[in-house]
């Protein structure tokens, strides 16, 4: 990692927040509407070290020309960050019939990894492991994606959690509990963007040592700084905007009010800092 600006004057206050790639904890992915190369560059050169894994959502890529698509690929893999379609795209794709073709496509034109959901439509299990075993024998990693788009379906946590070990067992990666864009009336959060606590604590209670292996969709700060206060600094998260990556990695590292406060001296401490000040200068 290149050296920052601040050197080591400042420093993390969250501890054991991990900070250099590649990492297996802590991961950041964000919501990509296939920006273009300029903007990606200049994405890329202030928050790279930050992100994990970019999406380009839902079927956004469809309609990015081929060599723009490829170069923007290359440049997002030149940082250490997977970059992957959608899994809206990925149910679209095995309803037309063209999943294998689909695949294929993908790795061809660079994509390091799929994301495999059944977000908008309802996929056998059976023909949801064969997708996901596809995409891992065409060399490409898979994130897997539990829950459903429609705030009418709801899918108790256990049977998430079910999901969850599942695909596990299968190879993937890192498994995603939706919450789409909005983050409101979906999955852990309720219709206001609030965490449901005890939703959540059904699903880590029932993975036990593979709830690292989670990583929630949480697209407004509230419930990003809620879920690293509940589950520390490298709690994984997505469908995090891409002007919020500084912002969230702040929080994090106990740099921001969310967090910081919780790791503010007291008033005592406080009032010793003049003195502290002054011998200093």
């Known amino acids: 990692m290149k050296t920052k600006a601040w050197g080591n004057l400042i420093y993390p206050l969250a501890p054991g ?3 250099v790639k590649p990492r297996q904890q802590g ?4 919501l990509d509407r296939c920006q273009g190369l300029n903007d990606s560059q200049d994405l890329l050169a202030l928050t790279g070290d930050y992100i994990d894994y970019i999406k380009l959502s839902f079927g956004t890529s469809v309609f990015v020309d081929e060599s723009l698509l490829r170069r923007k690929i290359e440049l997002v893999r030149a940082h250490e960050i997977d970059i992957y379609p959608g899994g ?3 149910e679209i794709a095995l309803f037309q019939g063209v999943y294998p073709q689909f695949v294929r496509r993908a790795r061809a034109l660079g994509f390091t990894a799929l994301e495999i959901s059944d977000g908008s439509i ?3 299990r ?3 492991d064969d997708c996901i075993k596809q ?12 829950g459903k788009k429609d705030s009418t379906q709801y ?3 256990t ?5 969850i070990a599942r695909d596990l067992a299968l190879g993937v990666e890192k498994v995603i509990v939706e919450a789409r864009e909005a983050g409101r009336g979906i999955g852990i959060y309720d219709e206001e963007g609030r965490l449901r606590g005890d939703e959540m604590a059904a699903i880590i209670n029932y993975l036990g040592d593979n709830q690292d292996e989670v990583l929630w969709e949480a697209p407004l700060p509230s419930q990003q700084s809620a879920l690293i206060l509940r589950c520390g600094p490298n709690v994984n998260l997505g469908n995090v905007k891409p002007n919020d990556v500084l912002g969230l990695e702040a929080m994090r590292c106990g740099l921001r009010f969310e967090t910081f406060r919780h790791f503010a001296p007291s008033q005592g401490e406080m009032m010793a800092l003049p003195l502290s000040l002054a011998s200093a200068a």
């Open 159 to 163: 049977e998430l959690a079910e999901q």
């Open 135 to 146: 995409a891992l024998d065409a060399g490409l990693k898979v994130i897997s994606e539990v």
């Open 27 to 30: 991961l950041t992915m964000i």
């Open 122 to 124: 309802t996929i056998p």
């Open 126 to 128: 059976q023909v949801r």
């Open 17 to 19: 927040r991990i900070s």
């Open 88 to 90: 809206t795209l990925m």
């Open 155 to 157: 899918i108790p946590p």
